[in-house]
């Protein structure tokens, strides 16, 4: 397979990757002129579905003599969906593209299935012919999740599921908060402040950045202004977007600290935009006269920015094909304890290096 993506095609023929999924392998449920529609993207792409024996070159269509790949079903679940997923969490879509690459790799078909319950969820588990399920999402549906989940191989990545007793894979969000303020540290800045919705609870795993962080400069002498509020950020199946009244008034205050605050974390890069602007407004000059360090490495919302922020990556690729091998390892040890395997982030410093460093190494069984 080339360097194009299920994503990208999708996007390219206005269909979502379910769509293309069912074209390469049940065209017989696909409108003709859709599949026609797909067929000319993946062929302006150089896309090529991944096979169990990429060096004969086979093609959609052709016999096989050998067993057919095994399929891996990604359920995206919850109210927002795959279309929110792509069109407004940048991070999301390249998780779903790292769970592609990974289900390639072991010669396996990625089936896509959306699911807003759990009872829908059990019928398209238990009608399913793949090895097991990827669920993902930002939150579990209402109630308990179904029996089939515990029968049948499943992972958990991203987002903070309460009730579900399987696997989870996520970055490791304690250790994005410490590689932060190390990094600040290291460069002589001990009075910062944290710009984000909330510190963590089991609701709300990304919160632990915020908690790690501030453990982390007070623990070395330092001190944190935590901008919090529930509300930063506007989040519903039509919106994931900053609040940005409720940031101005929250910077307002930042800036009218004295003494001001030499750095400031982010929670994510979806606030750094209307941080430059707010922050420009009030005549503070971002990376000159106070250092910003934001996470998730989005690049939608970081090519605009200048000077860049100094950004910790999630690892949003490695997370996705984690999931993956997580999976076939459940599948193969459905009686192990669950495990919650957390992904180290890197940082990335604009001017020096330009690449992600690893803070350290993947968490695991």
């Known amino acids: 397979m080339g360097s194009a993506t299920i994503l990208e095609v999708a996007q390219a023929a206005g269909v979502g990757i379910g769509t293309v999924s069912r074209v390469i392998n049940h065209p017989d449920t696909v409108k003709s002129a859709t599949a026609q ?13 991944p096979t169990p024996d990429k060096r004969r070159g086979r093609r959609i269509g052709q016999v096989y003599p050998r067993k057919a790949p095994a399929n891996l079903l990604l359920l995206i679940v919850g109210e927002q969906g795959l279309r929110w997923m792509l069109s407004m969490a940048p991070i999301y879509s390249a998780v779903i593209d790292g769970i592609e690459k990974g289900a390639a790799a072991h010669g396996m078909n990625m089936l896509v299935r959306q699911t807003s319950n759990w009872n829908d969820l059990t019928a398209v588990v238990e009608d399913s012919t793949a090895r ?13 999740p179904p029996g089939v989940l ?3 191989p499943a992972v958990w990545v991203m987002g903070s599921p309460e009730h579900f007793s399987g696997d989870h894979v996520q970055p490791d969000h304690t250790k994005i908060g410490v590689l932060a303020a190390e990094y600040l540290r290291q460069r002589k800045h001990l009075h910062c402040a944290y710009l984000g919705s909330s ?4 609701q709300f795993h990304i919160g632990y950045r915020a908690t790690a962080f501030r453990w982390a400069m007070e623990n070395a002498g330092g001190s944190v202004d935590m901008l919090v509020n529930p509300a930063m950020v506007i989040n519903d199946k039509d919106h994931n977007a900053p609040n940005e009244p409720l940031i101005a008034k929250l910077l307002q205050r930042l800036v009218g600290l004295k003494p001001r605050p030499s750095a400031l974390m982010l929670e994510a890069d979806m606030l750094a935009p209307v941080t430059y602007r707010l922050l420009q407004s009030h005549g503070v000059v971002p990376q000159k006269d106070i250092t910003i360090v934001t996470c998730n490495n989005e690049q939608p919302y970081l090519l605009s920015l200048y000077p860049r922020p100094v950004v910790i990556d999630l690892q949003a690729l490695s997370i996705g094909k984690r999931a993956v091998d997580q999976l076939l390892w ?3 040890n459905p009686r192990e304890p669950s495990v919650r395997v957390m992904v180290e982030p890197a940082l990335v410093e604009p001017g020096v ?7 350290a190494r993947h968490n695991g069984h």
């Open 150 to 152: 515990q029968r049948k």
């Open 330 to 332: 459940r599948s193969e």
């Open 37 to 49: 529609a797909v067929h000319k993207a993946m062929a302006g792409l150089g896309y090529t579905p």
């Open 132 to 144: 097991g399920a990827i669920l993902f999402g930002s939150h579990e549906p209402l109630g308990l």
């Open 353 to 359: 290096n330009g690449h992600a460093v690893p803070a």
């Open 199 to 202: 510190e963590g609870t089991p």
